[in-house]
């Protein structure tokens, strides 16, 4: 299996990845917790990023499918060729290798494991998809909202990570805190 990192702009918070948040940039504080669980972490990114990943030494791919997230997971799928792909987001700087590897570890047979809060809400950028199944859904284009959403209703063996399970692992939930805003920025540095 594979990690997939997908890496985007934003429109509430320009440059993203790239903004430094306690002394590094924050895509990598997410990218060093992979490398310790998989042997491979890519990097997907619209090709306007690829110019700035070239100092950074790491194995990426350029998609230009403009369809937000999902251009990347399809990018991902269409270029790899193991069964299974772990997919994040950029800008979740406390990922968390207990959650990680209990969902990368319990993946066998499933279409998607996706972590669901007690509201019933899923994390799709936080989750591992079969990737024939990603092919299939999407070689025929995307959704017209382009959510990423769009793959887990459609994929039928989905197995739900709830969260009285993930708390075990991380009590706080941080693992799916993302950063958004400068106000996110802001509040969730030190100091």
């Not at 990943?53 to 499918?65: H, I, K, W």
């Not at 193991?82 to 987001?89: D, G, R, S």
């Not at 968390?96 to 066998?108: A, F, K, L, T």
């Amino acid at each position: 299996m594979h990690a997939v990192m997908l890496l985007g702009e934003s429109r509430r918070l320009l440059n993203k990845p790239f903004h430094l948040f306690r002394d590094r940039e924050l895509f990598l504080h997410g990218h060093s917790v992979l490398e310790e669980v998989f042997d491979r972490v890519l990097v997907v990114c619209d090709s306007p990023l690829v110019e700035r990943l070239g100092d950074y030494g790491l194995r990426y791919y350029s998609e230009n499918y403009h369809a937000g997230p999902l251009g990347g997971i399809y990018k991902a799928a269409e270029s790899l060729d193991n069964e299974y792909l772990f997919i994040f987001a950029c800008d979740m700087p406390f990922l968390n290798i207990d959650v990680i590897e209990y969902m990368r570890d319990n993946s066998e047979g499933w279409g998607c494991v996706i972590p669901q809060r007690s509201d019933g809400n899923v994390e799709p950028l936080h989750a591992v998809y079969r990737r024939d199944l990603v092919l299939e859904l999407l070689s025929d284009g995307f959704p017209e909202n382009k959510r990423v959403s769009f793959l887990v209703k459609n994929i039928n063996d989905v197995s739900y990570v709830e969260e009285e399970m993930i708390r075990r692992f991380d009590r706080e939930l941080m693992c799916f805190r993302n950063i958004n805003t400068p106000e996110d920025l802001r509040s969730l540095s030190p100091g």
